[in-house]
């Protein structure tokens, strides 16, 4: 008699936990599930709840994402959604504290009345049935009659597809994890990369004359994490672009890709490290070709592409000439002063590596950086900048390379050793997430420490961008503006050159982007007497 008694207590718990797991309510008040009877040797019986066919099987990952995000209970008293008033709480306090075959959720709770999908009802009972079999394995023959074995038998042949269904997902999964940690490149360590391939021709005004070239440029970065929160970027480059010569040697109109080795050659040209220091200071490292763009705010959101080829075609497009005083080899960091605001400030230097007079890391080329920018809200931002540099070979505009980036000759070499302090205020606001507007003003004197005089450079200019044109991902952008120049430089280089540039970014695909475009450069090295030069570019960039 006992035996029997616990029998049938022990059947009626299962079956009810199963039923718990399927019901949405102490009335299943669900139209697609029906109530069934199950008679026992003893004359008693339990009422189960089954879904109807009429629900159909959904084979998605989201059911299996939503079972596995259930765990284990000891006692019901776990669940801050079930009181002892519930009428089903003695039978959910059997099965979790007698056998341990209910599961919750996170958050402790258990959401008896939540309709529930037939995969986890699959689940609930694949509980149940383990347990019954290792009471089987470990208990007396007469544990479990022949009778309570048909039960479960015929519900676990009512969810056969469904239990399947879900070893097989987990098995497929498992396959999965294993064969992406088999082939993990690294537990620290991620590769990005982009490749370039660009047409571009002067149609006028360049000293090549008209000619179509096709040219190439990729990058690889290796980005490693020490501790989760840092980050160590290794570039790798090679390409065989070549600048659209201007009259007069000037860098106006140059465009981002055209940053890279010549002849394909490879080599490191990008070495930098980021790490946080404590809750409000994030720190930047740079070893190779460090730039104050690595990490300061430029106030350009939408045109800035740094070097990359994801957004402008020109150097100049990208934000305001005063972040490319100088560079090398230094570091910065970034202090959130408030939620809006940001203090930037930054040390480095162009020939660090040499120990040759008026060089290394402190006697030579150097620039050091200061800025405030104070963001409102997400749609708007103003920054005011310092740099104070000294050149002693190369060009003011050089990020510390002695290459010219942007500007005239005039304006980048008017000495030949100078200390300059540069001013300059950038600021954007978007109207709206289709339509963003940016620009900047700067002021650079320069002194001539060679000798007597000075110089003063002027560049600004205004940007119109606009997101995701005619699908998401694409981006419109055009901008005017003077890029470096010398006020008043003696004549005929005296006159002010204007650069317009106009683009449209077309997204093919999350990974490849065709970016038309026109630059348009009148009176070139500031002087009329030189052709406007117009620059024709088709840009395709691949990411990966």
């Known amino acids: 008699m006992f035996n029997r008694s616990f029998h049938n207590l022990f059947m009626e718990s299962v079956i009810m936990g199963a039923t718990l797991l399927a019901s949405t309510s102490a009335h299943a008040e669900d139209r697609n599930l029906v109530a069934e009877t199950t008679n026992f040797g003893d004359n008693s019986s339990v009422t189960t709840i089954a879904q109807t066919p009429k629900i159909p099987v959904i084979n998605s990952d989201a059911n299996i994402q939503q079972i596995n995000s259930m765990s284990q209970v000891t006692s019901v008293s776990q669940f801050s959604d079930v009181q002892p008033t519930d009428w089903a709480f003695q039978a959910l306090q059997s099965l979790v504290e007698r056998y341990g075959c209910i599961a919750g959720y996170p958050n402790s709770t258990y959401r008896g009345n939540r309709a529930i999908t037939r995969y986890e009802f699959a689940a609930g009972l694949n509980a149940c049935l383990s347990r019954i079999n290792e009471l089987i394995a470990t208990a007396t023959s ?25 070893r097989g997902r987990v098995d497929s999964l498992e396959s999965r994890t294993a064969e992406l940690e088999a082939n993990q490149f690294s537990t620290t360590t991620k590769l990005s990369a982009e490749a370039i391939f660009v047409i571009t021709n002067a149609f006028q005004g360049s000293v090549n004359g008209d000619n179509t070239v096709f040219q190439d440029r990729v990058r690889l970065v290796f980005k490693t994490s020490f501790t989760g929160k840092d980050t160590l970027n290794t570039r790798l480059s090679t390409g065989n672009t070549t600048i ?35 809750s409000k200071i994030d720190a930047y490292i740079g070893a190779v070709n460090g730039v104050f763009f690595d990490f300061v705010p430029t106030l350009s959101p939408y045109l800035d592409s740094a070097t990359g080829g994801d957004r402008a075609l020109t150097e100049f497009a990208s934000s305001s000439p005063i972040y490319r005083i100088g560079g090398g080899a230094g570091g910065g960091f970034n202090y959130r002063l408030s939620d809006e605001l940001v203090l930037s400030l930054a040390y480095l230097a162009g020939d660090h590596a040499s120990p040759q007079p008026d060089s290394g ?35 003011i505009f050089d990020l510390g390379s002695g290459f010219t980036l942007v500007g005239t000759q005039q304006a980048n070499t008017p000495f030949e050793r100078t200390i300059t302090n540069s001013y300059g205020v950038e600021a954007f606001y978007k109207f709206s997430p289709r339509f963003a507007v940016n620009g900047f003003f700067g002021y650079t004197n320069a002194k001539n420490l060679a000798g007597s005089g000075s110089a003063d450079i002027w560049y600004y200019a205004l940007g119109l961008a606009f997101p995701d044109l005619g699908k998401q991902g694409n981006l419109g952008g055009v901008l005017v503006g003077a890029e470096p120049y010398r006020g008043g430089n003696p004549a005929p280089a005296n006159d002010l050159s204007l650069h317009i540039e106009g683009f449209y970014k077309y997204q093919l695909t999350d990974n490849i982007a065709i970016t038309p475009g026109v630059i348009w450069i009148t009176a070139p090295a500031q002087n009329n007497d030189n052709k406007d030069a117009v620059i024709g570019t088709v840009r395709t960039t691949f990411t990966f």
């Open 142 to 166: 007469d544990l479990v009659t022949k009778e309570d074995l048909t039960t479960v038998q015929r519900l676990q042949e009512e969810f056969t597809a469904e239990l399947a269904t879900l």
């Open 361 to 395: 890391f402190f006697n030579g080329q150097y620039s050091a950086f200061g800025q405030i920018a104070w963001n409102p809200n997400k749609n708007s931002g103003i920054g005011l900048t310092y740099v104070n540099a000294y050149q002693n070979r190369g060009a």
């Open 244 to 278: 659209l010569q201007l009259p007069g040697g000037s860098a106006e109109g140059l465009q981002t890709f055209n940053l890279a080795p010549s002849n394909n050659s490879l080599s490191v040209d990008w070495l930098s490290y980021y790490f946080p220091v404590g």
